[in-house]
T-cell receptor, first 115, second 114 residues
């Protein structure tokens, strides 16, 4: 069965600095999708960034980028120029690339941003 | 905010009560999901509905009963719950139950079972 591991329960970053959140996963599939979701305190979970496993190029969305290492089954999230609004729980998630598929989440990393 | 709403936002119930959680999506999506989010545990998928048909039921106790009357609404009926069922229950929707479709989440219902 597929699993997703986030080894950092909590992380802290200074405003305007860069932080990297780690995620590893285990799968025997070659076709799959990886996601990072953000859940601010008392607010809805939103998608931050998505990576298709067949794409070698790392996905980027403004200040958010990933380091996708398929052989190592690693999918880290880098947040540049951190802002106070980035403080949230961040969840890494995996989904098989078949016609149907369910999201498998990690336990999450709580990110604090210090002013 | 996304187009997925959930009511109530907070619910406290006794173990003998019967209550229902409601989810509504205004995005024209065809797939809807119930997740359970407990402290220090990964989100657990409970149920998936695609085109109003239940397509996934992840060994959820029968005290949780989902209902999907149409593609815009999803309910989770609760009865004789246990204290360990206290959690944040999240609803989500996606265009279809396809792997690359983004899921949009509601704000959740914070459930406390006394």
């Amino acid at each position: 069965a597929q699993t997703v591991t986030q080894s950092q329960p909590e992380m802290s970053v200074q405003e305007a600095e860069t932080v990297t959140l780690s995620c590893t996963y285990d799968t025997s599939e070659s076709d799959y999708y990886l996601f990072w979701y953000k859940q601010p305190p008392s607010r809805q979970m939103i998608l931050v960034i998505r990576q298709e496993a067949y794409k070698q190029q790392n996905a980027t969305e403004n200040r958010f980028s990933v380091n996708f290492q398929k052989a190592a089954k690693s999918f880290s999230l880098k947040i540049s120029d951190s802002q106070l609004g980035d403080a949230a729980m961040y969840f890494c998630a995996y989904k098989d690339g078949g016609s149907q598929g369910n999201l498998i989440f990690g336990k999450g990393t709580k990110l604090s941003v210090k002013p | 905010e996304t187009g997925v709403t959930q009511t109530p936002r907070h619910l406290v119930m006794g173990m003998t009560n019967k209550k229902s959680l409601k989810c509504e999506q205004h995005l024209g999506h065809n797939a809807m999901y119930w997740y359970k989010q407990s402290a220090k545990k990964p989100l657990e998928l409970m149920f998936v509905y695609s085109l109003e048909e239940r397509v996934e039921n992840n060994s959820v106790p029968s005290r949780f009963s989902p209902e999907c009357p149409n593609s815009s609404h999803l309910f989770l009926h609760l009865h004789t719950l246990q204290p360990e069922d206290s959690a944040l229950y999240l609803c989500a929707s996606s265009h279809s139950w396809e792997a690359n479709n983004e899921q949009f989440f509601g704000p959740g219902t914070r459930l406390t079972v006394l």
